[in-house]
T-cell receptor, first 113, second 114 residues
């Protein structure tokens, strides 16, 4: 059973556009929601993370929107650049039971110059 | 500050063999988690070690085993390799402090089973 569902599977955006990736979860015990960026042949790198006590977190061009009642969260990449082309994973964890992360299936983002 | 390192980078084994993968955690981190990432998929949790003790395990068979050493580095051992074990194996370290959950990943070991 997939604990975290991610969409879309792939995304093509023009340079300067907004990239939006969505994730949904079922386990209401999850209390930490990070987003990771992964380039081919590399390990995932933490991009930005949010806890359910806030509805939005922004770091530079990256914003997480969090909807606790809907059990959904999303990543918005503003002014998308070709260098943002990578695979993005959302994840969730329950800090009370350990640091096991449940990852989504990933979104392959391509930003066209 | 030294990041998470893993060795080897690539490895080719044949079915039935055994393999050991190694991970050095980030400085100051006492928790190491191992993940398997199949091609085109998200990482799947194998197990976690906290202060040398196993602290949680995912849905992987017992032929996947691990160790954590006093310096918090870790090993992942896989016995009786199967073709489906071909994947990128990722190690992630964290501080283990409650409320500080950020996991930092290494570059991974690419295992190919023939």
């Amino acid at each position: 059973q997939q604990q975290v569902k991610q969409s879309p599977q792939s995304l093509i955006v023009q340079k300067g556009g907004i990239s939006i990736i969505n994730c949904a979860y079922e386990n209401t015990a999850f209390d930490y929601f990070p987003w990771y960026q992964q380039f081919p042949g590399k390990g995932p790198a933490l991009l930005i993370a949010i806890r359910p006590d806030v509805s939005e977190k922004k770091e530079g061009r990256f914003t997480i929107s969090f909807n606790k009642s809907a059990k959904q969260f999303s990543l918005h990449i503003m002014d998308s650049q070709p260098g943002d082309s990578a695979t993005y994973f959302c994840a969730a964890s329950d800090s009370n039971t350990g640091n096991q992360f449940y990852f989504g299936t990933g979104t392959s983002l391509t930003v066209i110059p | 500050e030294t990041g998470v390192t893993q060795s080897p980078t690539h490895l080719i084994k044949t079915r039935g063999q055994q393999v050991t993968l190694r991970c050095s955690s980030q400085s100051g981190h006492n928790t190491v988690s191992w993940y398997q990432q199949a091609l085109g998929q998200g990482p799947q949790f194998i197990f976690q070690y906290y202060r040398e003790e196993e602290n949680g395990r995912g849905n992987f068979p017992p032929r996947f085993s691990g160790l954590q050493f006093p310096n918090y580095s870790s090993e992942l051992n896989v016995n009786a390799l199967e073709l489906d074990d071909s994947a990128l194996y990722l190690c992630a370290s964290s501080s283990g402090t409650p409320g500080t959950d950020t996991q930092y990943f290494g570059p991974g070991t690419r295992l190919t089973v023939l």
